[in-house]
């Protein structure tokens, strides 16, 4: 999957290719019910293309109506954060697009919306900064409180603050970036109440709105899809295969529709950066990755042999997680960030770890993973949502989106999973450790019966894998955790059994964990020769590998 030596001998570890960051070799140990095919349409890069304006047409929407009612520009990151959000929740038929969730109003949008007013509040290093803050705050707040519907006592309470804060900052222009720091809480807790209230109902306007437009978007995305199928004479009513009752290893998702005929891609490479376009639209991806995609599509793929259909579909792949990212520079990136390599290689070998709850085709180490993206991502390994994904016994290594509701629902779905099942069944679960205030999740993980340990790893002293590591230079692959990553291992009884935390196995955990990426990208290569991994194909090819 990289440069190989290119004598037959295998090349010694050291001078291996540094620059394979998976294990593609390595077989699952998750077992689940055999499980029917997904009634998701199957991908076209026409309805990928019309899809990806619209979500751009919603990003949009989103920034212009932060900017007039509120004029805020939009929080960072939190149309993606409500993606994810939403989609834990999403009855609807898109797969990206929310359109049928309860409650329409999104509690994380709103909450980060109304974070940021009357103005964000950034990070200050310096005295002249924290000044120019809380001389900022004054002034929104009291121009906010003018301007909505406020009562007479809350207008009289608001502009007294303010006031104050104005003669305060004249009196003392020789305070120190503390003294700033300390008025402004002040002022927030005086104000903030009061400026919350009377932004309430614009915000809750706000979530509505991007909702309903969202909910038209995918109407306008479906009657496209449906209508490419139906020149192709494919019905939506489609013959739903019969599943036996039986327990067999873990298998990429199915689509239950056939696939129609895909147009063609062209094809071509920028020294190591294969370029793939489509109608005009090119879509990068580093040969090295290409080189990856291309061994878990023949591992999971049954319905393209010869691979006729594989570079249109790595297109729509590249395309929709594209969508979700964002347009920004780095803009989304943060929520696909993946553990090093060291750290897997060390889950694997000392707690038997072979499925990633989390990933996507770009991003995992395992060839078994779950994903935001059944539809594009199944040919590649997916074995669909994680929360939807219900596993009877297996190791698993969960490291979510950092998005509240996400992190909620995940670990609600794991102590079903551990309550259901007396086969073993292990989640070794990594999320920030958020304190202020604390996270429900890791709250709730802390108090589960099933937690059998925990450990934190401070904050700079560890790395994760950049969400665009599949286009960025080697040298920014990896970057520093700017916050404590919490690691919580929760496993029902036959679990700790087989697979228990004991602290010889946790030192070579934290000892991968001191690896740095720079210096350590892998030893082992997965590119191992393509007759041996015709043998092993079937085990991923269907559902036929009955587990005894």
Not at 7 to 27: C, E, G, K, M, Q
Not at 57 to 76: A, D, T, V
Request: charged share 25%; with cysteine; hydrophobic share 35%.
């Amino acid at each position: 999957s990289s440069s190989s030596s290119s004598s037959s001998i295998p090349a010694p570890a050291s001078i291996r290719p540094t620059a394979v960051y998976w294990d593609l070799d390595i077989p699952t140990n998750a077992v689940i019910k055999e499980r029917p095919p997904t009634e998701m349409l199957p991908p076209h890069p026409d309805v990928e293309i019309l899809r990806a304006h619209l979500t751009v047409k919603l990003r949009q929407h989103y920034q212009e109506l932060c900017q007039q009612r509120e004029g805020i520009e939009p929080p960072r990151d939190s149309f993606n954060r409500w993606l994810l959000e939403r989609k834990a929740i999403d009855k609807g038929k898109d797969p990206l697009l929310p359109s049928d969730c309860d409650p329409i109003i999104s509690p994380s949008m709103f909450r980060e919306v109304m974070n940021d007013i009357p103005i964000r509040l950034s990070r200050i290093k310096y005295r002249e900064e924290a000044r120019r803050l809380l001389f900022k705050y004054a002034e929104s707040a009291k121009r906010m409180i003018e301007s909505r519907n406020a009562s007479p006592d809350v207008r009289k309470t608001v502009k007294w603050n303010v006031e104050d804060t104005f003669n305060w900052l004249r009196k003392e222009p020789s305070a120190t970036k503390e003294d700033y720091m300390e008025r402004l809480e002040h002022l927030r807790k005086q104000c903030g109440p009061h400026v919350a209230a009377v932004a309430k109902d614009s915000v809750e306007a706000i979530c509505g709105k991007i909702y309903n437009i969202s909910g038209e978007y995918v109407k306008r995305v479906r009657e496209k899809h449906l209508a490419l199928l139906k020149e192709c004479n494919i019905s939506e009513e489609v013959e739903r295969p019969e599943v036996m009752d039986r327990l067999v290893y873990c298998y990429p998702l199915r689509l239950v529709f056939p696939t129609t005929p895909l147009p063609r891609v062209d094809l071509h490479f920028e020294n190591e950066v294969a370029c793939i376009r489509y109608k005009g639209e090119g879509r990068k991806i580093s040969r090295n990755y290409l080189s990856k995609l291309e061994q878990l599509y023949r591992y999971s793929c049954i319905d393209d042999v010869r691979f006729e259909k594989f570079l249109t579909r790595v297109w729509c792949l590249l395309r929709r997680y594209q969508s979700m990212f964002g347009v920004g520079i780095h803009e989304g990136t943060g929520l696909q960030g993946a553990l090093p390599v060291a750290v897997f290689e060390a889950l694997n070998k000392q707690f038997g770890v072979t499925f990633e709850c989390f990933a996507s085709p770009l991003n995992c180490y395992f060839r078994q993973y779950c994903s935001a993206f059944p539809d594009t991502d199944g040919y590649f390994g997916s074995r669909g949502s994680f929360l939807t994904f219900s596993p009877v016994s297996g190791s698993f290594e969960a490291n979510p989106p950092f998005g509240e509701e996400l992190m909620e629902s995940m670990v609600t779905h794991m102590e079903e999973l551990l309550g259901r099942s007396t086969e073993p069944l292990s989640f070794i679960v990594f999320v920030p450790e958020w304190r202020n205030p604390p996270t429900p999740a890791l709250v709730r993980m802390e108090e589960s019966k099933f937690k059998r340990h925990q450990i934190l790893v401070p904050a700079y002293e560890h790395e994760y894998r950049s969400g665009s590591q599949h286009i960025c230079k080697k040298e920014d692959i990896y970057y520093k955790a700017v916050h404590s990553t919490a690691l919580i291992f929760l496993q029902n009884d036959t679990g700790f059994a087989k697979w228990k935390p004991v602290p010889e196995r946790l030192q070579q955990l934290m000892a991968a964990y001191k690896l740095t990426g720079k210096s350590s990208s892998s030893s082992s290569s997965s590119s191992s020769a393509a007759g041996e991994k015709d043998q092993e194909q079937s085990g991923d090819q269907s559902s036929n590998t009955e587990h005894h």
